[in-house]
């Protein structure tokens, strides 16, 4: 058995699965307005494991469990803080369950840990004293239920990156790191990804280079609209040696729903990888919010198995 680890120094070409939270919604499960997607699998797990098998029967080879939303901080605004550990290991379980069914080939889960804030905060990210013993938390709990590796997802804050990361990187499980960046209102510049006005307007590429030190087995963009994703690639390229990420994100949200208007389509999605591979030599490629299986299915077809040499 190759190890995942091992895949990425041969130079292959590695499929993450697309959306968890917004396929979720996609298929009829209300999102929560504080904890989006946190607890779908409290009252509809068949769906959550069904998105997984869907991924898998798609061509990932690795699949996420939902978890993107759940650490203490967010779950406390539906007074489930206490409940932590139960809905996240339940979280890797429905994936493990998937994998068990569905897969015919290597299969790896991931955690995911965020940035995120509850909706319902005027914070950008999370923050508090307890900020950070909550990610510890997360992290372990994440390792103990038994995920392959951890990425940090949405990183685009120095100082809760810097928690999130740290938190993951403790566990000894490789560790991917997702950056979320967007253009600046000048149509040249880049920055961190905000949604709130309450995150000041930070250059991305002292982000990256401040948080590059900490380590991390990949790194790259995620949940970045689909035309910011190749210029913040170039930042990414500027100040990080090792394999590169990406998986973009497609619509738009209307909190707490997901909006799939103007999504782009699978074989167009496929192109704009196909470009982020020949171009910035990205290695670990997928599909974040908007996408579907649909879209993972077309990446299997026509990506290569390495990156080209």
């Not at 699965?17 to 699998?41: L, P």
């Amino acid at each position: 058995m190759t190890s995942l680890s091992e895949r990425i120094k041969n130079n292959e070409i590695i499929l993450l699965d697309g959306a968890v939270s917004t396929e979720i919604q996609k298929r009829g499960v209300a999102m929560d307005s504080d904890v989006w997607s946190g607890i779908a699998h409290k009252g509809h797990p068949e769906i959550v494991r069904q998105v997984h098998e869907d991924y898998i029967g798609a061509g990932a080879q690795v699949i996420t469990a939902n978890t993107y939303s759940t650490a203490r901080h967010v779950l406390e605004s539906l007074d489930l803080g206490d409940e932590v550990r139960s809905i996240n290991t339940e979280a890797v379980r429905l994936a493990q369950a998937a994998r068990d069914r569905a897969a015919k080939g290597e299969t790896w889960i991931a955690g995911s840990m965020s940035s995120m804030a509850p909706f319902s905060s005027q914070q950008e990210v999370a923050a508090g004293e307890k900020v950070a013993d909550n990610y510890q938390e997360l992290a372990e709990i994440l390792a103990e239920a038994g995920v392959d590796l951890i990425i940090a997802e949405m990183m685009r804050d120095a100082e809760n990156a810097r928690m999130v990361i740290e938190a993951a990187l403790s566990t000894g499980l490789p560790v991917w790191i997702g950056y979320s960046a967007m253009m600046a209102d000048d149509g040249e510049s880049v920055m961190s990804w905000r949604w709130k006005s309450t995150l000041p307007t930070g250059d991305f590429g002292e982000l990256v280079e401040t948080l590059v030190p900490l380590g991390g087995e990949a790194a790259g963009i995620m949940h970045s609209q689909v035309r910011d994703t190749g210029p913040a690639l170039e930042i990414i390229e500027r100040h990080w040696s090792g394999p590169k990420l990406a998986y973009a994100e497609t619509g738009r949200l209307e909190k707490p729903d997901w909006s799939f208007k103007e999504i782009c389509m699978p074989n167009k999605y496929a192109e704009e990888i196909e470009s982020w591979i020949s171009t910035y030599g990205v290695q670990i490629v997928g599909g974040c919010c908007g996408t579907g299986p649909e879209h993972i299915r077309v990446l299997k077809e026509r990506l290569p198995q390495r990156l080209p040499i």
